[in-house]
Every structure is written in C-alpha cells, then in structure tokens.
C-alpha cells in the first residue's frame, strides 16, 4: 500500500487551504478511483492523507502537489494493518508510519524539494525520492505556456490538435514540449512508479 501525507506550507501567510485542495483534487480523484483505498481527508491542522492501491496514482498526486507549490509530501510505501479503519485517520500500518517520517523529512531544510518517500526497502525509497525531486524540480519550474501543452496533451490529442485548439503553430507547440521537458517527465514517471513500488517490500522478498 501507499500512504501519501502532505503538509501545507505557511498555512499560518496564506490560510488553510485543505478544504480548497480537496475540491480541486475531485477530478483526480475521479480519474483514480479503482486505485483509491481510503479516500483524502484532513488528517490534523493543515495536513492531508489518502491511501493508495498502487504507485502510479502517489506518483501522479505527489507530482500535482509539487505543481501547486505549497506542500511538503511525504509518500509511505508498506502494508498496512487489517481491517483497515473507515478512514486514514482509523487506520495503521508500516506504510503510515513512513509516511510519517517521508512528510517530516519534506518539511526539513535538508530538502531542496520538499517530497520524499519512505519505505520498507530503504534503497528502493531513496532512489524513488531522487527521481521524484528531480521530476517535482521540472514540475516546479514549468512556465504557463509550458503548462497549458501539458494540460492538452494525452493519448488523444496530438501537437497538431493543441496547435489548432491553441492558435498557434505546430512548431510552438513543439518548442514548448521541449522546453517544458514534457517528453523526459513522461519518461521518467513509470520509473518512480516502480522504484516506489519496490520500496513497498523489503530487499529480500
């Protein structure tokens, strides 16, 4: 299992922002429903959690944090006690337990990205963290434009669709894709997935 915990950042400047994030987070949600095992709560204060089936869905909601620039998130990969509880909050397990710690070591001025992982395969976790930063840290620096490709482009559109629904030609497109490193965050993302997925178990199994 997967436990993502994540920590609002100068919630005491800017204001809770949980019940904001809950709301925009609903088409997420909707999109990774299958993979949903308990559903994102406010766990305590300015923090949230949810857990998770597999490690697609935490690299994809640890990703869209990062985008959003104002969490510290920590990913917890284990098992986790049954029966589970009704909620986050009613349940335990190895993998809220590294959650715990991953959120703790995102907050820390160590961290140049605030999002780690902590798992019961410690090398596992901590190669997942490397891609992960390294991911948040294009994620982070995006520009708009760079953006607003990536928020069109999926299996069914193409450059030449984004272009046409944009204004703009299928060369600007391109460029943008290249400059927002779309191609290389593709990547990259099933290669956290499955080093987050290895930190699951332990070195030997």
């Known amino acids: 299992m997967f436990v993502v915990t994540a920590d ?18 609903a088409p997420w949600a909707e999109r990774w429903a299958d993979e949903i095992a308990l559903p ?6 300015d923090e949230v959690q949810i857990m998770l089936t597999h490690a697609d869905p935490a690299v994809d909601l640890a990703l869209h944090l990062m985008r959003l620039g104002e969490w510290s998130v920590g990913v917890g990969a284990g ?40 798992g019961e395969d410690d090398e596992a976790g901590e190669g997942a963290t490397a ?4 991911l948040a840290a294009v994620v982070r620096r995006r520009s708009a434009a760079g953006w607003e490709v990536a928020d069109l482009l999926g299996p069914e559109a193409t450059q030449r669709d984004i ?27 099933p290669v956290a997935a499955t080093l987050l997925a290895r930190a699951a178990t332990t070195g030997d199994e």
């Open 8 to 25: 609002q950042r100068g919630s005491t400047e800017k204001g809770d922002r949980v019940e904001s994030l809950m709301t925009e987070l």
């Open 79 to 118: 098992p986790v006690n049954e029966p589970w509880g009704a909620s986050a909050r009613a349940s335990s397990g190895a993998a809220f337990v590294h959650a715990r710690q991953a959120v703790e070591r995102a907050r820390g001025r160590s961290e140049s990205v605030p999002v780690v992982v902590s």
């Open 163 to 189: 272009a046409a629904r944009l204004g703009i030609s299928e060369q600007a497109v391109s460029q943008r894709v290249t400059s927002a490193m779309l191609d290389e965050e593709r990547r990259a993302r």
């Open 40 to 45: 994102l709560e406010r766990t305590v204060g």
């Open 131 to 134: 891609i992960l930063q390294l």
